[in-house]
């Protein structure tokens, strides 16, 4: 038995970028692809959210003079274009996978809706649903938060480069240490950089758990997945 039967997995567009630090780093993804793969054949239904910030981060095009709401929906192109790279990775390996698109531009990917989504993944294709909500001045985080409460998810797992919630930033202060699990009210009162506000808000008003843990390290998917505490779990 695993631990979680359907699962919205949010991976970060920094991430994809590997070391290279920009763009797409093919080994990366196909490591993404393969460690997707491998659950999936465990039985679990699989919902991904991807980020763009490896190509454009809408934020930051606005404090260097973009329009906001233009700088977002670049964006959003930006989580189109990781998500189509995520679904030649699968297909390449015999995953069975479809893109939906919170804004209309087939044939790059199918409009989305919770309904299709939910019938995608009962047939055992994996569903990548990119350009966040559709509508600017919402984040990612946001984007992931939302798709995860209207598909029923069991757990938000929010694959990240290190391995949990530590009470500061690890890469940057050596004495920070790491919570097991950890309430989304001490999430918001400590100030803690897990989601934005808006979407850790959502989780907690829905129930919907979060696992934050590394994805970058070879198999801890799986792990998580079978119930080893590798990260850290956010809940009421």
């Known amino acids: 038995m695993t631990r979680f039967k359907r699962i919205l997995l949010k991976l970060s567009g920094e991430s994809l970028a590997g070391a290279q630090k920009h763009g ?14 491998e659950i999936s054949g465990m039985g679990v239904e699989i919902g991904i959210v991807i980020g763009g910030g490896n190509i454009f981060r809408g934020l930051s095009g606005a404090g260097n003079g973009f329009d906001r709401v233009k700088g977002d929906q670049m964006g959003m192109c930006a989580t189109v274009i990781n998500s189509l ?6 297909a390449a390996i015999g995953q069975p996978n479809r893109v939906l ?42 984007g992931s938060s939302l798709r995860g409460i209207e598909i029923e998810a069991d757990v938000m797992l929010k694959g990240t480069r290190v391995d949990g919630i530590y009470t500061a930033d690890p890469e940057k202060d050596p004495a920070a240490t ?12 400590r100030g803690l950089k897990v989601m934005d506000i808006t979407a850790t808000a959502m989780c ?21 997945i079978d119930g080893e505490e590798i990260g850290t779990l956010v809940h009421n």
């Open 178 to 189: 790491k919570f097991n699990d950890i309430t989304y009210q001490e999430v918001i009162a």
């Open 101 to 142: 698109t919170a804004i209309r531009m087939e044939p790059i990917g199918e409009f989305y809706s919770k309904w299709k989504a939910i019938e995608a993944m009962q047939k055992g294709e994996v569903v990548i649903m990119s350009a966040g909500t559709g509508s600017p001045y919402f984040t990612t985080d946001t």
């Open 24 to 37: 797409i780093d093919t080994d990366r993804l196909n490591e993404y692809a393969r460690q997707i793969k």
């Open 85 to 90: 790279a995520l679904s030649s990775a699968l």
């Open 204 to 224: 907690m008003q829905n129930n919907l758990p979060i696992y934050v843990f590394n994805m970058d390290e070879r198999g801890n998917l799986k792990k998580v």
